[in-house]
């Protein structure tokens, strides 16, 4: 079965940095688009970041851009997501998925696109 791990969340102050990694148990998943959710509590889940197959193009929810960076190494398998000045609503249990589509570089922004999905990481932002 495929599995997405996600690690690096935690407790931040405001202004603060988190990256978190998401590794992938199948090398396939270097051929798939990558992405980022998180679900505040009482919110639905929602886009944060995606990255093609191959690293060459990116998309960001527009309450992030400039401040998120999304990334992959896929000789390691990983994607991951730079948080910098984070702010208190940026706390939610983040997600990394994977759209089962080979070498697609059409953006993705819906988690209906996504095909896999982490077990998510808590990040928190205090004031």
């Known amino acids: 079965q495929a599995q997405l791990v996600e690690s690096g969340g935690g407790l931040v102050q405001a202004g603060g940095s988190l990256r978190l990694s998401c590794a992938a148990s199948?090398?396939?998943?270097?051929?798939?688009?990558m992405g980022w959710f998180r679900q505040a509590p009482g919110k639905e889940r929602e886009f944060v970041a995606t990255?093609?197959?191959?690293?060459?193009?990116?998309y960001y929810t527009d309450s992030v851009k400039g401040r998120f960076t999304i990334s992959r190494d896929n000789a390691k398998n990983t994607v991951y997501l730079q948080m910098n000045s984070l702010k208190t609503e940026d706390t939610a249990v983040y997600y990394c998925?994977?759209?089962?589509?080979?070498?697609?570089?059409?953006?993705?922004?819906?988690?209906?696109?996504?095909?896999?999905w982490g077990q998510g990481t808590q990040v928190t932002v205090s004031s």
């Open positions: 998925a994977a759209q089962a589509i080979f070498m697609s570089d059409a953006v993705a922004s819906s988690p209906n696109d996504y095909n896999y």
């Open positions: 199948r090398r396939t998943f270097s051929n798939y688009a």
């Open positions: 990255i093609n197959w191959n690293g060459g193009s990116t």
